[in-house]
C-alpha cells in the first residue's frame, strides 16, 4: 500500500467503538501520531454521530457492531452530513459481505483489528488525501462472491428475528402489520435457502449480509 502524503495540519480523528479498553488503546496509539490528533470518543453510534455534527472530524474511524446504530448505519447517515467526513470500517469481521455494504455506505477504508497499529494511521493518511484504504485480499473476495439477496426492509426484519423477536413483536416495533413481516420473513427464508427464520439469520449473519 503506497504511503499517503503527510498533511501541514494534524488530521482530526473521532473515535467509533463501543469497547472502552479498545478505544482508549486506539487513541493513544493515534494520539503518539505527529499529524494526527483525537478529538472526541463515542461509545455506540447515536453518539457518534451526534459528535461528528458538533466536532465536524477529517476521519471517522468505526465498529461495525455498536449499540444504537451500527458502524454501516453511522456510515451511511454521514454520506449525506454537511461535513461529510471520510469513514474508516475497524472490526473483527473479514467477510465480503460487510466490506460490500460499507463502500456502499460511503466508507473510504475497511480494516481488521488485528492489523497492526501502524497500518491504521496510514489508512487514516490516505483516506484524508481521498484515497482509498482496503484489504486487497478481502476486497477481491468481496466482489467475486455471491451478491446479499436481501432487501433493507427483509435485513431489518431478519435481523430482528435472529435476536428472538416474535412476529408480533417486529410488527409493533417497525409499525407494519403481522402478516407482512410474515411476508418478508417468508422471502428473506426463500431468498436463502433457509428451513426458517433462525436458519435464515445464521445464514446471512456469517455471509455478512446482516
Do not use: C
Not at 494526527?36 to 453510534?45: F, K, R, S
Not at 476521519?59 to 471520510?86: C, F, Q, W, Y
Not at 492489523?115 to 491504521?120: D, K
Amino acid at each position: 500500500m503506497t504511503a499517503a502524503p503527510r498533511s501541514s495540519a494534524p488530521i482530526r480523528v473521532l473515535l467509533a467503538e463501543d469497547q472502552t479498553m479498545l478505544r482508549g488503546a486506539l487513541a493513544a496509539l493515534l494520539d503518539l501520531e505527529p499529524d494526527i490528533t483525537v478529538i472526541a470518543q463515542a461509545a455506540n453510534g447515536r453518539e457518534a454521530r451526534r459528535l461528528a455534527r458538533l466536532h465536524t472530524p477529517d476521519v471517522v474511524i468505526t465498529d461495525i457492531e455498536m449499540p444504537e446504530r451500527t458502524g454501516l448505519e453511522l456510515a451511511d447517515d454521514l454520506k449525506n452530513a454537511a461535513s461529510s467526513p471520510h469513514v474508516i470500517i475497524l472490526t473483527t469481521f473479514a467477510r465480503p459481505g460487510y466490506l460490500r455494504r460499507a463502500l456502499e455506505a460511503g466508507a473510504r477504508g475497511y480494516l481488521l483489528k488485528d492489523r497492526p497499529a501502524s497500518e491504521l494511521a496510514e489508512a487514516v493518511r490516505r483516506v484524508h488525501a481521498g484515497l482509498r484504504a482496503i484489504d486487497p485480499d478481502l476486497a477481491a473476495e468481496a466482489w467475486s462472491g455471491d451478491e446479499d439477496p436481501l432487501s433493507d426492509r427483509e435485513r431489518q426484519i431478519l435481523h430482528l428475528a435472529g435476536e428472538g423477536r416474535s412476529t408480533a413483536e417486529i410488527a409493533a416495533e417497525l409499525h407494519l402489520s403481522e402478516g407482512t413481516v410474515r411476508n418478508y420473513l417468508s422471502e428473506a427464508i426463500a431468498k436463502l435457502g433457509a428451513a426458517n427464520r433462525i436458519d435464515a439469520a445464521r445464514i446471512a449473519r456469517a455471509r455478512g449480509w446482516l
